[in-house]
């Protein structure tokens, strides 16, 4: 079987199942064991297997021999020998460590079929001016300017629209909280260095402080006992 059928078959296969990120590298100038390999990712254990199998029996379905095949028990990768080409199916996590693409980054990439290098855009030549100024460094003379057309008076600029712009975020003002300074109690003084208040003295009960009222006595001599002139008894009359 051409090797080039054989591989178009691998790929088909490999589709079927929708196997991810499908490459085939042409491994030919490398080694002489194989020309081709393919390698290619499943998101799971049961996907692996399946794909396997899809291989192997469209290859089987156009003559084709499978010499081998190794790690379908595990799931995790799976190798299918097809004799010219060697298929390669993998996890994700697995090809991720192996990086086989690295291993034969050497070959020639055929699918997906690599976009063609651009060529590089040939050297902008200088303007005219530009080479004038430079041929004109060494003879001291000035490079001939072309002369500038004024512009037309009649013809109005084209009224641009104006770009709409875009409000600038404002920032959330944050709100300080008034703080009330305690009031001051009213000075009369002047220098504020003092502050004298104005609270009045309690009022002090007038009270009339009133002598005591001295009764007036007129003074009246003590009156002499009056003692009557008895006359004397008979008695003493007698013994006289």
């Known amino acids: 079987m051409a090797t080039k059928k054989l591989t178009a078959i691998v790929i088909d296969a490999l589709e079927d ?10 491994v030919s100038k ?8 393919a390698v290619a990712s499943a998101d799971s254990t049961r996907q692996t297997k399946a794909l396997a199998k899809n291989v192997i029996d469209k290859v089987k379905e156009v003559g084709g021999w499978i010499y081998g095949t190794e790690g379908e028990q595990s799931g995790e990768w799976v190798l299918v020998d097809c004799g010219d080409v060697v298929v390669h199916i993998m996890q994700p996590a697995i090809r991720d460590y192996y990086q086989l693409e690295e291993l034969w980054s050497d070959g020639i990439q055929e699918f997906p079929p690599l976009a063609p290098k651009r ?40 009224a641009r629209k104006p770009v709409a712009k875009k409000p600038a975020a404002k920032k959330p003002v944050v709100k300080k909280a008034a703080v009330k300074k305690p009031a001051l109690p009213k000075t009369t003084a002047k220098n504020p260095a003092v502050l004298k208040t104005t609270a009045k003295k309690p009022a002090v ?22 003692t009557a002139a008895r006359k004397p008894t008979a008695k003493r009359k007698a013994a006289g």
Do not use: H, W
Request: charged share 30%; hydrophobic share 35%.
């Open 30 to 37: 490398l080694t002489s064991v194989f020309d081709y390999i």
């Open 119 to 158: 060529a590089k855009a040939p050297a902008k030549e200088k303007p005219v001016a530009a080479k004038a100024q430079s041929k004109g460094k060494g003879t001291g003379k000035k490079p001939a300017t072309t002369a500038r057309k004024k512009p037309d008076a009649a013809k109005k600029p084209s």
């Open 17 to 26: 199942i929708k196997a991810r990120d499908i490459k085939l590298i042409n």
């Open 205 to 226: 009960p007038k009270t009339a402080a009133k002598k005591p009222a001295v009764a007036k006595t007129t003074a009246k001599s003590p009156a002499a006992p009056k």
